[in-house]
């Protein structure tokens, strides 16, 4: 019985989005690069049928949770400073 080799990217796409949710401040830099690896693994799956869909998936996935938490985050601070630096006379 031969074993299927798992598709590095879509490994790298898994902790890159772990990684994005844990790690504050570069978790949107991080959060990007592993949306673009997973999707370029999929691609590599897809052509190679190597192992690793479901990572490239929780990759995906736990990528685009740490941008729309950093988006939200950024949101707020740009929304507090701008309702908090207008002077009231």
């Known amino acids: ?3 299927q080799q798992t598709n590095g990217k ?3 796409a898994l902790v890159l989005g772990i990684l994005s949710i844990v790690i504050p401040y570069v ?3 991080l959060g990007i690069i592993g949306i ?3 999707n370029s ?3 590599e799956i897809a052509v190679t049928h190597e192992g690793g869909r479901g990572l490239a998936t ?3 996935v736990t990528s ?3 941008v729309a938490l950093y988006g939200l985050l950024f949101i707020f601070i740009i929304f507090g400073i701008a309702l908090f630096s207008v ?3």
């Open 64 to 66: 685009i949770i740490g």
């Open 1 to 3: 019985m031969e074993t």
């Open 41 to 43: 693994s999929y691609k």
């Open 36 to 38: 673009i690896l997973a």
């Open 58 to 60: 929780a990759g995906l």
């Open 87 to 89: 002077s009231y006379y």
């Open 27 to 29: 978790g949107l830099i």
């Open 10 to 12: 879509a490994v790298a």
